[in-house]
């Protein structure tokens, strides 16, 4: 029990994912969490404006259930499978927030100076949220998957559009905390 | 309901794996964009490379899903437009709001809930390229 109260490794974690990855495929569907997103759009009537969202958005309710499965598993381990413990961050990675004006640093999973409610209701804060979901929501599905789909089930069958999606999810993000965090912070 | 019972299952351990090792974290995004720790590119790397060994592994012993039909991978199509001009877009949001869509569900379950914020905006950048969609090069 204590081992599953700390932090879990990294090669532990891994091969985990590559089992949810297997399972779903060998339940007959695909390991894809930003197809929900469209479903979602489906659901909330976008099939009656846009093409794209015309679509049998029943037969993706099994993917939903996936997603609420995962909504309880991230309260049962924050829950009841964690000791309070600040998350074991670098050295460099603390100073540089630290540099940046981040205080408490990975003592919650989620920065207050991003996602707390103070933060929230400030214009910047609130930019910074949408326009980062505005840009995964877009970005995801003009890609044709996420971290999921691309990273992991389509590195895994060795795809080359997964594999150039990922260097494209690379760049972004370097260019986002190399260049454009230092402006923003 | 008893069909959707082991989507569940798969869901609660993908959400507790996650959380567990931290990779819901935006910290943790942030260090590895920054390269200053290994752990987000070993829990990349060893499920890719676990991932690869379960689809050969599959594919050679010729299993089947409970469907009947052998393990297929859904193909990708061809292309590169959009999946670098995607990517690095997509990119930019995960680095900007540290999450990318498997851990924005999961961390309204640890109460983080101002990411249902992200989850909103993330929905209307969904619409929107489906409204632009014919318009984007792909």
């Known amino acids: ?89 670098s050295e460099a990675t603390i100073k540089d927030l630290n540099a940046f004006g981040f205080s408490n640093v990975g003592q919650s999973l989620v920065p207050p100076e991003l996602f707390s409610w103070d933060a929230v209701f400030s214009i910047k804060g609130i930019l910074i949220l949408i326009v980062g979901g505005f840009l995964v929501g877009f970005g995801t599905r003009y890609a044709g998957g996420c971290t999921s789909g691309h990273a992991i089930t389509g590195l895994s069958s060795l795809q080359l559009p997964s594999l150039i999606a990922v260097i494209g999810f690379f760049a972004g993000g370097l260019i986002m905390i190399h260049l454009i965090y230092p402006i923003l912070f | 309901m008893g069909k959707y019972l082991k989507f569940l299952t798969v869901g609660m351990v993908f959400g507790i794996v996650l959380v567990k090792s931290e990779a819901v974290s935006w910290y943790r995004i942030f260090e590895m964009f920054k390269f200053q720790s290994f752990h987000m590119y070993g829990i990349i790397g060893s499920a890719v490379i676990t991932g690869i060994i379960l689809l050969l592994v599959s594919k050679k012993i010729k299993i089947k899903n409970i469907e009947g039909s ?56 969904t619409y929107v390229y489906g409204l632009t969609k014919d318009k984007l090069p792909h």
């Open chain 1, 1 to 89: 029990m204590e081992y599953i109260l700390q932090p879990w490794p990294w090669f532990v974690t891994g091969p985990l994912l590559a089992i949810i990855m297997f399972l779903l495929l060998y339940f007959g569907r695909t390991f894809g969490m930003s197809s929900n997103l469209r479903t979602l759009c489906a659901i909330g009537g976008a099939g009656k404006r846009v093409e794209f969202f015309k679509f049998d958005w029943k037969s993706q309710r099994w993917n939903l259930v996936v997603v609420l499965g995962a909504i309880l598993g991230g309260f049962i381990a924050h829950y009841l499978l964690s000791n309070p413990t600040n998350i074991n961050l």
């Open chain 2, 70 to 125: 052998f393990l297929r991978v859904p193909l990708k199509d061809r292309g590169f437009i959009r999946y670098i001009l995607g990517g690095i877009i997509f990119g930019l949001g995960w680095a900007l709001c540290g999450a990318c869509p498997g851990p924005m569900y999961i961390l309204i379950g640890t109460g983080a809930f101002s990411i249902l914020v992200v989850i909103a905006a993330a929905l209307l950048g």
